[in-house]
């Protein structure tokens, strides 16, 4: 599976920023958001750990953008391979119905 | 899938709600089914008619020398004829493709009728559509092409495209021909914007909050790659529900939009948005053309351990 975290960025114009950083199963960078994020939290305590995560970023190396690997071709709108419906992948987790689907049913 | 109300309404008054349609065409599938074998009853008669008009010229043809050699007045009617006989010929091949393009309805409601996994639900879901695109338009004879065209694009092969392909060519009206660039261009998956007094789309209010731009107007579908399924598996069952609920409650309006939740990607050989669901990230493609979101990979955060430039570091 894929894991992510919040690196420093030093921008072409030397500001620093954080972005969130992709990494594949092999811990090499796949890609990173485009623009700088910012802490968010659904309660004091959610936007506390998301400030926390931040801080962790200030303790690895700083990144450039020349750093993301840039892939010759941008990605294609849709897998040519098969893919599975919302419901198929409900069905294959032995997941619950939509929770719409729910209220319509009760 | 979401399953969530898709209600369409007309200007002379409520339509049934998409769950009481999808039970109508379960209800109605014995009768078209009925339609289906009357239907192929008649495209065998066609096609036993055109082989004995193929026959009758083929005798006509044959007879035409010896009807030369006879009278000057057979002559003059021979010509007549053979005047005719192009005529006759093209209207054969008129009755072929009636009996094909018929073939090929038959063939899409059998399948309709008979399955019932996610994509047919899909199909009737567009065939839905295109009846109140047809009944705006007050086009029911591009009724078929419509059905037929929706069908095989559902398909999304190469071949399904080719055969819609030749099936446009077979048609060379103007208005078939809006047709099968609406079902290319994949806007036949939401009905055309001056309709819009008259459908609603699938769950949202009759005024439900729709902003200008095609982005607004209809619900996406959510399709999983394989690998963000086997992503998915690596979550615990709760975290699981939460996720796909997530997925389908902020991806399937405006996927495209930048807010605090979706943020757009640096370009890379994965995703070009991302989605955030707590500390879950999902990667993810829009195809606003067909109005499909990819989900493409779905990554949980990094523990306080990394590698960098292979060396392990706690943090």
């Known amino acids: 599976m894929i894991t992510w975290n919040y690196r420093v960025f030093r921008e072409d114009d030397g500001d620093y920023v954080i972005r969130e950083v992709f990494y594949a199963e092999d811990d090499s960078i796949i890609g990173c958001t485009a623009n700088a994020v910012e802490p968010f939290g659904r309660s004091i305590e959610e936007l506390t750990t998301s400030i926390m995560d931040f801080q962790a970023a200030l303790a690895l190396p700083v990144l450039t953008l020349a750093e993301i690997p840039q892939p010759a071709m941008p990605p294609k709108k849709r897998a040519n ?11 294959r987790l032995g997941l619950a119905a939509p929770s719409s689907d729910k209220k319509e049913k009760s | 899938m979401s399953t969530s109300p898709r209600c369409c309404t007309t200007s002379e008054g409520e339509l049934p709600r998409a769950s009481t349609m999808k039970s109508l065409i379960l209800n109605s599938t014995p009768l078209i089914l009925d339609v289906a074998i009357f239907i192929l009853d008649v495209s065998t008669l066609i096609l036993n008619l055109t082989l004995f008009i193929l026959d009758v010229s083929t005798l006509i043809l044959d007879v035409t020398p010896l009807i030369l050699d006879l009278t000057p007045f057979i002559l003059d009617s021979t010509a007549l004829i053979l005047d005719l006989t192009p005529l006759i010929l093209d209207s054969t091949a008129l009755i072929l493709d009636l009996t094909l393009f018929i073939l090929d309805v038959s063939t899409l409601i059998l399948d309709v009728a008979r399955t019932s996994s996610t994509q047919s639900q899909r199909i009737c879901r567009n065939v839905c ?19 037929v065209a929706t069908h095989v694009y559902g398909q999304r092969s190469e071949a399904s495209r080719n055969a819609l392909h030749r099936l446009y060519q077979r048609c ?11 079902v290319c261009d994949g806007s036949i998956f939401s009905v055309p914007r001056h309709h819009n007094a008259c459908v609603e789309r699938p769950g949202r209010g009759r005024h439900g909050g729709s902003r200008s731009g095609k982005d607004h107007t209809t619900m996406y579908d959510i399709d999983y790659t394989q690998e963000a399924l086997e992503d998915l598996q690596w979550f615990r069952k709760h975290e699981q529900n939460i996720i796909v609920d997530g997925i389908d409650q902020q991806l399937r309006n405006e996927p495209t939009s930048e ?4 943020k757009r990607m640096q370009v890379n050989a994965y995703a070009e948005w991302e989605l955030r669901i707590g500390d879950v990230r999902v990667l993810y493609n829009v195809d606003t053309q067909v109005r499909i979101v990819e989900i493409q990979r779905i990554g949980e955060k990094r523990g306080n351990t990394f590698f960098f430039r292979g060396r392990r570091t706690d943090i």
């Open chain 2, 129 to 147: 559509y295109v009846l109140l695109i047809c009944h705006a338009e007050r086009s029911w004879p591009l009724l078929p092409t419509l059905v």
């Open chain 2, 172 to 182: 060379s009206e103007a208005s078939v021909s809006t047709c099968y660039t609406a």
């Open chain 2, 259 to 262: 807010t605090r939740n979706r």
């Open chain 1, 81 to 91: 391979g098969r893919t599975l419906s919302s419901a198929d992948v409900r069905t």
